[in-house]
Antibody, heavy 121, light 112 residues
Framework: QVQLVQSGAEVKKPGASVKVSCKAS????????LHWVRQAPGQGLETMGW????????NYAQKFQGRVTMTRDTSISTAYMELSRLRSDDTAVYYC??????????????WGQGTLVTVTS | QSALTQPASVSGSPGQSITISCTGT?????????VSWYQQHPGKAPKLMIYEGSERPSGVSNRFSGSKSGNTASLTISGLQAEDEAEYYCCSYGGSSTFHVVFGGGTKLTVL
């Protein structure tokens, strides 16, 4: 079945960086956009951007530009999201989610299980 | 502040129907048939309920339906069941101003 499996929870200090992985299975990895979405405790969903696994092209939400980098390794069907210069308000669950296509933004399914990133001194 | 506007909460009794609205602009919701809806239970990842405005993924109950009028999209749940109690989020392609998706702030559905 189509599945996204993310890396485990992380605890980081302010100013550090975190890299979350998202391994895809059950479909052609390069055929669908992958989105990254985060959710702070008790808050709503916030888009961070997307990556085109085929070309490696990316689009980042303005709020995260300069701090986020999305990459992929097609040989292992895995996407990565790295967020730098972490602050306490970056504490959140980070999700990857596949776009159902064919158009960008058609809908996101499935979602990874989420990765809790805690930023604390 | 979220890009799309949803009511903070709605409620209904079992068996009733409810509708959740999602208001955007002519640059996002109004310009594209790319609105999706997600159900999220506490501690769980969001689940796609409606995509491309009104399409239901395989396995989603036909009690869930989506529609759009102008800059406002709507999710209707008929025959409310206790298991429908959850947070619901709308999402739209943001168009050429952002080139990524934007979410609503979420609506808490309470089944009385």
């Amino acid at each position: 079945q189509v599945q996204l499996v993310q890396s485990g929870a992380e605890v980081k200090k302010p100013g550090a960086s975190v890299k979350v992985s998202c391994k895809a299975s059950g479909y052609t990895f390069t055929g669908y956009y992958l989105h990254w979405v985060r959710q702070a405790p008790g808050q709503g969903l916030e888009t961070m951007g997307w990556i085109n696994p085929n070309s490696g092209g990316t689009n980042y939400a303005q709020k995260f530009q300069g701090r986020v980098t999305m990459t992929r390794d097609t040989s292992i069907s895995t996407a990565y999201m790295e967020l730098s210069r972490l602050r306490s308000d970056d504490t959140a669950v980070y999700y990857c989610a596949r776009d159902v296509g064919p158009e960008l933004g058609s809908g996101l399914d499935p979602w990874g299980q989420g990765t809790l990133v805690t930023v604390t001194s | 502040q979220s890009a799309l506007t949803q009511p903070a909460s709605v409620s209904g009794s079992p068996g009733q129907s409810i509708t959740i609205s999602c208001t955007g602009t002519s640059s996002d919701v109004g310009s594209y048939n790319l609105v999706s809806w997600y159900q999220q239970h506490p501690g769980k990842a969001p689940k796609l309920m409606i995509y491309e405005g009104s399409e239901r993924p395989s396995g989603v109950s036909n009690r869930f339906s989506g529609s759009k009028s102008g800059n406002t999209a709507s999710l209707t749940i008929s025959g409310l069941q206790a298991e429908d109690e959850a947070e619901y989020y709308c999402c739209s392609y943001g168009g050429s101003s952002t080139f990524h998706v934007v979410f609503g702030g979420g609506t808490k559905l309470t089944v009385l």
